[in-house]
């Protein structure tokens, strides 16, 4: 009977390999909390002075996303439904060159600390609330899910329970965090990464041999129908699909990658936007080959778990011993293993590992590094950009608003806004820290309650669709629709999140305890959880298009707003106006966003914007086209706001 009290437990060099693994993980975080003269700004604490090259960010990001979640919920996924969800590796054909080319460069341009910072630029402060506060609402839910995930790896091995886990590693990782900021982070993570990839390697090396052999265990799933890679069903309530993986996963993936300020301000801490770049193609060949290892050991599980003897569901408890079994291709299978009786199915690798390989020395501690490496790097990242997005987001704007700061002055400002006095900047430094701490002790409160959630790629995938979405349709309306204005923006906004929350609680409700859904069930909450970022963050673009064109209409001021040409695609931008664009892009590529070049960029001389508001054929007086123009009248009237125009043209739509 495989239960958690027959599995070997913890011998002394699992004892060492996994406290080893924490200790390096503390030790990187105080490191830099002193290296350098210590974490004193936040130039330093939340964006490492912009000094990173593109290879440790690349290893930092795909190791926030590449969590334990990914090493438990992948094979659990292919080993009872089959191979099918690797087919999202393609996906991401779609989403890292969105993420280099449209996205990037534009934070990148602006030189912000917050990927919000942008919302502000772009429409109003009312819009960059929201957004933050979407993302802190998202990365906490996340941040609770990962980190319960590795708690369930201890528990199945050594009978630690869950709650003891969950504060060791919460407390280890907020520790490191608060004192070594997003510098500790990144290296960290690097360290992280190697641990896991290497542990990964040597567990799926060790099981293959274990099942028989890799060309038993791909025949085994061919002849059991696993290796199902097409399913060109366009039904949008099939589970999966080759279109909800494709396009779906995209939309899933793309908050990730491209606005998430997990991922963005690790972007930015590159030197400049050539190593950026970089940073995020290098996330393509690492994502296909983590997920490709993963879901092997999906089929692994299944070829060891499921032969003639034993089938799949329900899971078998008996100690009956069976003889050899020839398969159809006449070579000899091992001998039979009957289904773990796990509580959840993603404990089915934990079990595996812990029962075949659990009396080597070494292994089991190797493996539960692996899964804690991944969650400590996730969480990590999780709060100091949890941190940055409170301070940056909430608390400067709150503070100058009340100390009656022109809020201009301030949305111009780079990280250690220079209206910030250095004392002012320190004290940010320590709240920072202080915010740090209290996100982790939120994470580890909601990981607590993650017992009564399901399987864990439906639960990542759902919080990402709900929350996620609306913010990709947000981001993606200021970047590509130039007409946009932040009346558009916020409805957009919160009829995609409440379309979102809708289905989501819907399909919830209607869930059955065997995963299928009530007879009576509302055709949306049908909806595959993999359309779920889809739906959301079209419906919030479709919206933010209709409303801003209906803003327009009725103000005739918002038909001849001028859009800073930065705050647009690359694509989109003004012909000509490259020149003057992106200092990181042109000119000098080795170009940092300090250098005063760069910031005559951002703020172009005035001379420069009279040159841009010369009338050209075919425009009116702000470069707006002829036909936008409703009668002589309104044109009359904007005209005589030329001048107030043109001389605020870097201000935001406020």
Not at 128 to 152: D, E, H, K, M
Not at 485 to 514: E, P, Q, R, Y
């Amino acid at each position: 009977m495989a239960d958690p009290t027959d599995v070997p437990g913890f011998m002394w060099l699992d004892y060492v390999l996994f406290s080893a693994m924490l200790a390096v993980s503390a030790a990187t975080g105080l490191y830099h909390a002193l290296a350098g003269g210590g974490q004193k700004s936040t130039a330093k604490f939340l964006m490492a002075e912009r000094s990173m090259m593109s290879i440790p960010i690349a290893i930092s990001v795909l190791a926030s996303y590449l969590s334990a979640i990914t090493i438990l919920g992948v094979p659990s996924e292919v080993f009872i439904y089959g191979i099918q969800y690797w087919m999202v590796i393609w996906c991401y054909f779609i989403t890292i060159p969105l993420t280099a080319l449209i996205y990037l460069p534009v934070f990148h341009g602006l030189g912000v600390i917050s990927a919000y910072e942008y919302l502000h630029k772009r429409f109003s402060m009312v819009v960059r609330i929201c957004g933050a506060v979407l993302f802190i609402l998202q990365t906490c839910l996340y941040l609770g899910v990962v980190s319960y995930a590795p708690a369930l790896a201890l528990e199945a091995v050594t009978n630690f329970p869950v709650w003891a886990t969950v504060l060791i590693t919460g407390i280890v990782c907020t520790i490191y965090t608060a004192l070594g900021g997003i510098k500790a982070v990144i290296w960290t993570d690097v360290f992280q990464f190697t641990v896991l990839f290497g542990s990964l390697v040597t567990i799926l090396g060790m099981g293959v041999v274990q099942a028989g052999g890799f060309p038993y265990v791909w025949h085994y799933n061919d002849e059991h129908d696993r290796l199902n890679f097409f399913d060109f069903n366009p039904n949008p309530t099939e589970r999966l699909s080759f279109w909800s993986l494709i396009i779906g996963g995209g939309f899933n993936a793309l908050p990730i990658w491209a606005i998430s300020q997990i991922s963005v301000q690790r972007f930015l801490t590159a030197k400049n936007l050539k190593e950026a770049k970089k940073s995020v193609w290098y996330g393509l060949p690492g994502s296909m080959l983590m997920l490709t290892l993963v879901s092997i050991l999906g089929l692994i599980l299944f070829a060891f778990y499921n032969n003639k003897l034993t089938p799949l569901l329900p899971p078998i408890n008996s100690n009956t011993t069976q003889g050899p079994q020839t398969s159809h291709s006449g070579s000899k299978t091992p001998e039979p293993h009957y289904t773990p009786d796990y509580k959840s199915p993603d404990q089915i690798l934990i079990y595996f590992v812990s029962e075949e390989f659990g009396k080597i020395p070494g292994i089991q501690g190797l493996f539960v590094s692996c899964l804690f490496a991944g969650t400590l790097s996730t969480v990590a990242s999780g709060l100091n950009s949890l941190a940055a997005v409170t301070l940056v987001d909430i608390i400067r704007p709150w503070r100058d608003h009340r100390n009656a700061v022109n809020e201009v002055a301030y949305i111009n400002g780079i990280e250690g806004d220079e209206g910030l006095s250095n004392k002012q900047d320190m004290r940010d430094t320590v709240l920072s820290k202080i915010l740090t701490s209290v996100y982790g002790v939120v994470s580890m409160a909601l990981a607590l309650g993650a017992t009564k959630l399901g399987s864990l790629v439906t639960m990542v995938n759902s919080v990402f669709g709900a929350v996620g979405g609306p913010l990709l349709g947000l981001f993606s309306l200021g970047m590509l629709y130039r007409r946009a204005n932040s009346g558009g923006a916020l409805i957009g906004l919160l009829a995609g999140f409440c379309m979102a929350m809708w289905v989501t609680i819907g399909a919830i409700m209607n869930t059955k305890d065997d995963g299928t859904f009530k007879d009576d069930t509302f055709p949306l909450y049908k909806l595959s959880f993999m359309w779920y970022s889809a739906f959301s963050s079209i419906i919030t673009f479709i919206v933010g298009v209709v409303v801003s064109e209906v803003v327009r209409w009725q103000i005739v001021e918002e038909r001849y707003a001028r859009v800073d040409p930065l705050l647009l695609a690359t694509f989109l931008r003004p012909k000509g106006w490259h020149a003057t664009a992106s200092g990181t892009e042109i000119l000098d590529p080795d170009l940092q966003i300090g250098d005063p070049v760069f910031q005559s960029l951002i703020n172009p001389r005035e001379e420069e914007h009279e040159e841009d508001d010369e009338d050209e054929e075919g425009t009116g007086v702000l470069g707006v086209p002829i036909e936008d123009v409703v009668d002589t009248h309104e044109m009359a009237s904007v005209s005589n706001k030329t001048e107030e125009v043109t001389s605020n043209v870097d201000a935001p739509d406020t």
